[in-house]
């Protein structure tokens, strides 16, 4: 019905049919439908059609009036018998999905980050981790992703609730193709994931899905001065602040973390052995989140090197727009550049 | 839905079922030193018709895919669940003298991984009926004939959760499900009304978008299995809700109709009475 036009979108395959945005507004003007066209990077949707293309008559979808935010709304249409939309019942939908794993099926859960891994954090433990099941959990809008929504809507404790709880998986995509490759890559694991995303607008990382493998990283620099081990949108930070650094002869190296759980020792070791000094980035409390699970690594391996981690302050968030958000906390590239300097001098 | 045949158990063999299921749970409990007999009681013709007379299980292929499903959503009751497990041959009889030890696959609340013919773990009171919704979307989307009975407790009506799924049921016409609210009155702190009032359940189920079946005495077995037959059984486009009058701790006359054997433990002197109640009794 609408013929819109969403200059800015980096998405080209977005339905837009819905909309009642037409060619006579405002170009700036969107609706529902097309704030979709703006998170290009939640690619979730058009990765679970691929793989149910291919054959998964397993992968059913639940979500809690999330399905268009979360992007798993295009799966939804092309396959509605196997789409479970919960309404706002959060650990209804957990459970179920439980359910649901229990009798053979794949469910991909995917709901804003905050009320999946927080709201619903005992049912996943009880129905989803202790029992063991097969089942994908898309954790989206993690950290101050949804900025001005206020500080309900974050997602800074996250990581740190969900890497006690046993039989779990955590992983990090930082980007639509990181997102494609994790579903792909893992569809045969046995037990639950639970993949923490952004918004969707994030910076591109990766400009083809990247190799994925639970327990795995992947190193995107090299350098001599300082290794950046980063995960979600710290990632593209630190590539940023090791583009920065480039030009006064400091050379990072920076390693896209995404498997938070089981974490992969090997870029830590290594991190100690060259250089001695590890910075890590999260957008998540510095408070029992990734950069505490490479400080138990150093601790336990005896690796002497040193540590900074950024993140968020062990307080609660202010909100405000993201971009301001990442700038203020130092989460951008200019933040995480600031810091290498700073460690560096005190070390140096 | 599927009509699934009744088995030909007679009503003295359900008997005898219900009073194993007591038997066992006043030894089981004297093993742990602590247990749940008021709601496992209250359970034991309910679940003796269930296993004995209506539902479709194969003990010898625990995951049969087509099998009904039952979850415990009052999970602390699955001391009365086990010995039926045992009994029909889901795992060996001598699993349950470990009840409760270190390292025992039977705990004071059940495990899927570990105890084989329990359809779910449980243990947080309010999630199984959302499992259970789960599970009879799973069944209906793969085209089976396999049903889901959840048992819920009186006291568990209070969690929001289970409205959550009481909606969702209803909305998505899942005929292949049924609820069963024990309703025996007990609670930790008392009788469920006095703590927080839940009735008008039958008014609340069927404004959820429920079949209510109203059962006024959960220890009567031929009005057990005349409820839970057209629970299961009778053609409807909806859920089913079967509210199942109970008395806590039913079977030995101290227990009976209070809160205050909730949980508790009996002395060596009074497990004998409570056995000689329980072989001397006619119930139902």
């Keep these: 019905m609408s013929n819109t036009t969403y200059q800015h979108s980096s998405r080209r395959n977005v339905d837009l049919s819905e909309s009642t945005v037409t060619a006579d507004f405002d170009e700036a003007t969107w609706d529902m439908p097309g704030s979709l066209a703006l998170s290009g990077q939640l690619t979730t949707g058009q990765a679970l059609i691929e793989l149910a293309e291919e054959g998964r008559d397993d992968l059913v979808v639940c979500s809690a009036d999330l399905m268009r935010p979360t992007q798993v709304i295009d799966f939804a249409k092309k396959y509605p018998q196997r789409s479970?939309?919960?309404?706002?019942?959060?650990?209804?939908?957990?459970?179920?999905?439980?359910?649901?794993?229990?009798?053979?099926?794949?469910?991909?859960?995917?709901?804003?980050?905050?009320?999946?891994?927080?709201?619903?954090?005992?049912?996943?433990?009880?129905?989803?981790?202790?029992?063991?099941?097969?089942?994908?959990?898309?954790?989206?809008?993690?950290?101050?992703?949804?900025?001005?929504?206020?500080?309900?809507?974050?997602?800074?404790?996250d990581i740190g609730a969900l890497r006690t709880l046993p039989n779990l998986t955590l992983m990090a995509p930082c980007d639509g193709n990181a997102i494609r490759s994790a579903f792909r890559e893992t569809i045969d694991h046995q037990g639950p994931i639970y993949f923490r995303a952004g918004r969707g607008r994030e910076k591109q990382v990766y400009s083809e899905p990247p190799e994925w493998r639970i327990g795995g990283s992947n190193t995107l620099r090299e350098g001599r001065h300082a290794t950046v081990l980063?995960?979600?949108?710290?990632?593209?930070?630190?590539?940023?602040?090791?583009?920065?650094?480039?030009?006064?002869?400091?050379?990072?190296?920076?390693?896209?973390?995404?498997?938070?759980?089981p974490i992969d020792r090997e870029p830590i070791r290594r991190a100690a052995e060259q250089n001695g000094l590890v910075i890590t980035g999260e957008e998540h409390n510095i408070t029992g989140g990734f950069g505490s699970a490479v400080a138990e690594v150093i601790a336990e391996e005896g690796l002497g090197c040193r540590l900074k981690r950024v993140g968020m302050p062990d307080e609660y968030s202010l909100l405000g727009p993201p971009t301001h958000l990442y700038r203020h906390y130092g989460l951008d590239g200019p933040g995480v550049a600031g810091t290498v300097r700073e460690a560096l001098k005190a070390s140096a | 839905m599927t009509k699934r045949d009744v088995h030909g158990a007679s009503k003295e063999e359900l008997r005898d079922k219900a009073r194993m299921i007591r038997r066992e749970v006043v030894r089981l409990t004297d093993i742990c030193g602590?247990?749940?007999?008021?709601?496992?009681?209250?359970?034991?013709?309910?679940?003796?018709?269930?296993?004995?007379?209506?539902?479709?299980?194969?003990?010898?292929?625990?995951?049969?895919?087509?099998?009904?499903?039952?979850?415990?959503?009052?999970?602390?009751?699955?001391?009365?669940?086990?010995?039926?497990?045992?009994?029909l041959g889901f795992f060996p009889k001598t699993d349950l003298d470990s009840y409760t030890r270190l390292g025992s696959p039977l705990g004071d609340h059940p495990d899927m991984r570990k105890v084989k013919g329990a359809d779910f773990s449980s243990g947080s009171i309010g999630h199984n009926l959302s499992v259970s919704v789960g599970m009879a979307s799973a069944l209906?989307?793969?085209?089976s004939p396999g049903?889901?009975?959840?048992?819920?407790?009186?006291?568990?009506?209070?969690?929001?959760?289970?409205?959550?799924?009481?909606?969702?049921?209803?909305?998505?016409?899942?005929?292949?499900?049924?609820?069963?609210?024990?309703?025996?009155?007990a609670g930790s702190d008392g009788y469920t009304q006095d703590?927080?009032?839940?009735?008008p359940l039958a008014d609340k189920w069927r404004a959820f978008g429920w079949d209510v079946i109203e059962l006024d005495d959960g220890h009567d077995l031929?009005?057990?299995?005349?409820?839970?037959?057209?629970?299961?059984?009778?053609?409807?486009?909806?859920p089913c809700c079967v509210l199942a009058d109970t008395v806590a701790g039913k079977g030995v006359s101290f227990m009976e109709g209070g809160w205050q054997w909730h949980l508790g433990f009996l002395g060596k002197k009074d497990v004998e009475r409570a056995y000689a109640e329980i072989e001397a009794g006619h119930i139902g």
């Design chain 1, 84 to 157: 479970f939309n919960f309404g706002i019942a959060e650990r209804n939908m957990i459970s179920g999905a439980a359910g649901l794993a229990a009798c053979g099926y794949l469910p991909v859960v995917s709901n804003y980050s905050f009320f999946l891994a927080l709201m619903g954090l005992e049912n996943i433990r009880d129905d989803i981790c202790y029992t063991d099941l097969n089942v994908r959990m898309i954790g989206t809008h993690s950290g101050v992703a949804m900025g001005f929504y206020g500080t309900s809507h974050h997602s800074n404790e």
């Design chain 2, 34 to 87: 602590s247990g749940h007999y008021g709601s496992a009681f209250s359970i034991a013709e309910l679940l003796s018709v269930l296993y004995y007379g209506l539902m479709h299980v194969r003990p010898n292929e625990p995951t049969w895919a087509d099998r009904d499903r039952f979850t415990m959503g009052k999970g602390h009751a699955a001391i009365a669940l086990y010995p039926v497990l045992a009994d």
């Design chain 1, 230 to 261: 980063a995960v979600g949108n710290l990632v593209s930070a630190a590539l940023e602040a090791a583009d920065e650094l480039a030009g006064e002869g400091i050379e990072l190296t920076v390693v896209d973390m995404y498997s938070i759980r």
């Design chain 2, 147 to 185: 049903r889901v009975v959840c048992m819920m407790g009186d006291g568990e009506q209070t969690e929001g959760q289970v409205w959550e799924a009481a909606i969702a049921g209803s909305a998505w016409g899942l005929d292949n499900l049924v609820g069963i609210v024990d309703i025996n009155h």
């Design chain 2, 140 to 143: 209906k989307l793969s085209g």
């Design chain 2, 195 to 199: 703590t927080m009032p839940t009735e």
């Design chain 2, 222 to 238: 031929d009005k057990t299995f005349d409820a839970l037959n057209r629970a299961l059984n009778d053609k409807r486009d909806k």
